[in-house]
Structures are given as C-alpha cells and as structure tokens.
C-alpha cells in the first residue's frame, strides 16, 4: 500500500494535511482531472462493512480524507498515525475558496430547496469570484440520468452534493463515469450549516473533539446513530488483534 495510505477496516485514508488534500486538489482542478473525493467518518465505515456495494464504491474514490475524530484515534491505535483530522465541512471550505481564488466553476447539488437557495445566496456573498455554475435541490429520483446531464451541461469544475452518505456517493460515481472532467465530493448536511438553518459546533467544542456530543444534545434521535462510534471502535481493536498475530 502507498506510504501515504492507512488502512482502517480496508478503508485507505490518505495521510495528508488539509493544506496537502487542497494542494492536490486544486492541481488536479487546473488539468481537468475527474476526481472523486470522499470524507469518511467512523459512521460511513461501519455503513460500508454492512453495504460491500458501497464498500467497493469506496475503494474507487481518488481521494479519502479522515473526517472525524474517531478516525485519527483509530489510525493512531493501529500504530499508523495520520497527521491530522480533515473535516469534510472544512475541505468544502478550501475548495470554495480556491474556487474564489482561481475562478473556477461551482455546482451546488443537495438539501431542501429553501436551504440550497439561501446556502447559495450566501456562498456568492462569501465567495464572489467564484463562478456559480448552478444548483438544485436533493429531493430528485437519484436514478435519473437527467440531472447528471444536467449539471454536466453547466461545466462544473467543482461538484458538491449535499443528499447525506451513502446516496451521495453513489450518485457521484455514476456522475463521474459520464462527466470528463470535475471535482466531485460528498458533502452531507454543509448546506445546511452554510444556509444558516443548522449551526456548527463552537469553537472550544470542536477543539476538544465534543461534536458528538454536541449534535446529541441538539438531536437526540440521532443517538442510534452514534451507535457506530463504539462498535466502530470495537471493530479497529478486533484489527488491531489480527494484525498482532501476523
Ligand atoms: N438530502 C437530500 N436528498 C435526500 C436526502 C437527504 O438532499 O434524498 C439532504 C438533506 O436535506 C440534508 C443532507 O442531505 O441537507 C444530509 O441529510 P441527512 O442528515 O438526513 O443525511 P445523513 O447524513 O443522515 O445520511
């Protein structure tokens, strides 16, 4: 396995630094390279053992970042430490700023109508040189193959699509496979914390690695979900074991 990969539960993260995943990124931008970027959480691994479509859809990603806390303590406990966590809601950032940057073309795709709507209205506040090269919400058939040639139509240099995992990567793939260039990433609820409607952790919670608990106190029905944070833990020390005995 390359040097720069750490495998958690088969998963290959890439080791790289937010600044390195932008780096490339944005070279892979500048020579219209198609590119499929994941950010994994503990949540979407646990998902992927239970879904080996999914799983497999996973290995075909270009890039995988480490989002979440979870995951760096998984790597760390597997004596392959990554350097550091990569929050997916703050590599969408990067890319929108390199999109400001170095005016590139931007597809907005996900969430409720009212929610894309004002999630775009403020990223053309935020990011005014950045082309909007369209938007539409989440609520479609993902099946169908007309918004995939409708947004390919637009030219997006970059795709963010906002339907939650694993939906959203699935449509990304199929995107992709027709599409002949585009950065393409999975970014789950994003629309919803840069339209306003959600709101994102404070600071200090987010330093000390509390968004859990966190999001647990504002949705409690989220509980079950958070299920998978220890058996995802579980499951690393189950690997730990297995590759002690090798
Ligand atoms: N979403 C969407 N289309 C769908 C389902 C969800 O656009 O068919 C959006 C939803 O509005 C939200 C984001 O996907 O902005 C993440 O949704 P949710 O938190 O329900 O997904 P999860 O992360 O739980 O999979």
Same mark, same amino acid.
């Given at each position: 396995?390359? *040097?720069?990969?750490?495998? &958690? $539960?088969?998963?290959?993260?890439? !080791?790289?630094?937010? &600044? *390195?995943? #932008? ?7 500048? @020579? ?7 950010? %994994? !959480?503990?949540? &979407? ?12 859809? #996973? #290995? ?10 979870? +995951?760096? =303590? %998984? ?15 703050? $590599? ?7 999109? !400001? ?11 409720? *109508? *009212? ?6 209205? !403020? ?7 950045? +082309?909007? %090269? ?17 947004? @390919? ?8 699509? /906002?339907?939650?995992?694993? =939906? ?7 995107? $992709?496979?027709? /599409? ?17 409607? %959600?709101?994102? /952790? ?15 106190? @504002? ?26 005995? @090798?």
């Amino acid at each position: 396995m390359d *040097e720069k990969k750490v495998s &958690i $539960l088969g998963i290959p993260f890439d !080791n790289l630094t937010q &600044i *390195e995943f #932008l780096t490339r990124l944005l070279i892979r931008m500048e @020579k219209q390279q198609k590119t499929f970027l994941v950010t %994994a !959480n503990p949540e &979407i691994v646990m998902y992927a053992k239970e879904d080996p479509a999914y799983f497999d859809l #996973l #290995l075909k990603a270009d890039y995988i970042a480490p989002d979440g806390i979870g +995951i760096v =303590r %998984a790597a760390k406990k597997l004596n392959m430490p990554i350097r550091e966590r990569v929050p997916g809601f703050d $590599l969408m950032l990067g890319l929108l700023d390199l999109s !400001n940057t170095h005016r590139k073309r931007v597809f907005f795709i996900g969430a409720q *109508e *009212e929610v894309i709507e004002q999630a775009v209205q !403020n990223a053309k506040k935020r990011w005014p040189d950045m +082309i909007l %090269a369209g938007y539409h919400h989440g609520y479609f058939d993902h099946s169908d193959p007309k918004m995939i040639e409708q947004v @390919k139509a637009s030219k997006p240099d970059l795709i963010l699509v /906002a339907f939650g995992f694993p =939906r959203q990567e699935k449509w990304i793939y199929q995107y $992709l496979k027709s /599409a002949d260039y585009g950065i393409a990433v999975g970014v789950g609820g994003s629309f919803d914390v840069l339209s306003g409607k %959600a709101k994102r /952790a404070p600071k200090l919670v987010q330093k000390l690695h509390i968004e859990w608990l966190y999001r647990l106190m @504002k949705q409690p029905s989220r509980y079950q979900r958070m299920l998978a944070l220890p058996a995802f833990m579980k499951k690393v020390n189950q690997q730990k074991r297995k590759e002690q005995k @090798k």
